[in-house]
């Protein structure tokens, strides 16, 4: 059975801190995806990581993937408020069309 | 573009009964797939739909079920309804043209079981 397992599951971060979220996953699959919601709100796709060593960045978020060690990291460079939310990264499943969440970790800046 | 829209976005049944809901996708895109979320359990996949065709199926009984238009839109229902099923039901739609799957997510259809 597919698992992603995401840590921290809770962050509290002060603001200009830096951080990283780390994502384990036990599929073969070398796609990895990053999303963020907001309290009340939807998912907002912020990375599609597609291969070994890929690195995307927006911003103070840059997300990574080791698909050797089925690791992904979303880094915060010098966090600020407006990066409070929950993010979550999900991998693809066996059969290629469902995507297999984490449990999601919030993330709380803070003054 | 418009994004996905789902319909209703609030709803509340009680015990025994059943819902539809709705989801259509951003144009072009056929395949739609929905996810439940609840604080418990986390998002967790339902099932998968492209070209009218089912093509995976979360682990959930039977009395979730989904089925796919000509154009793409979607619907799920939920029969006989439990206390268990309040949650918020998410669709995303994909395109599937590429060799991934980013999804793109609706606002969500927010369901209260009494």
């Known amino acids: 059975e597919l698992k992603v397992e995401q840590n921290p599951l809770f962050l509290s971060m002060q603001e200009g801190k830096n951080y990283t979220i780390y994502c384990n996953y036990s599929?073969?699959?070398?796609?990895l995806y990053w999303y963020r919601q907001d309290p009340g709100k939807s998912l907002e796709s912020l990375f599609v990581?597609?291969?070994?060593?890929a690195v995307k960045q927006e911003g103070r978020l840059m997300a990574s993937l080791d698909t050797k060690a089925r690791l992904s990291t979303l880094h915060i460079t010098a966090a600020v408020h407006d990066l409070s939310a929950t993010y979550f990264c999900?991998?693809?499943?066996?059969?290629?069309?469902?995507?297999?969440f984490g449990k999601g970790t919030s993330l709380l800046v803070t003054p | 573009k418009a994004g996905v829209t789902q319909t209703p976005r609030y709803l509340i049944k009680t015990r025994g009964q059943q819902v539809t809901l709705s989801c259509s996708p951003i144009?072009?895109?056929?395949?739609v797939s929905w996810y439940q979320q609840t604080p418990g359990q986390g998002l967790q996949f339902l099932f998968e739909?492209?070209?009218?065709?089912?093509?995976n199926k979360g682990n959930f009984p039977g009395r979730f079920s989904g089925r796919q238009f000509s154009n793409s839109r979607s619907e799920m229902n939920v029969s006989t309804l439990e206390l268990g099923d309040s949650a918020l039901y998410l669709c995303?739609?994909?395109?599937?043209?590429?060799?991934?799957?980013?999804?793109?997510f609706g606002p969500g259809t927010r369901l209260t079981v009494l």
């Open positions: 990581l597609l291969s070994n060593g």
């Open positions: 995303a739609s994909s395109s599937t043209s590429g060799a991934y799957n980013e999804q793109f």
């Open positions: 144009s072009g895109h056929r395949s």
């Open positions: 739909y492209f070209s009218e065709t089912q093509r």
């Open positions: 999900a991998a693809d499943g066996d059969s290629g069309y469902a995507l297999n």
């Open positions: 599929t073969t699959s070398d796609r």
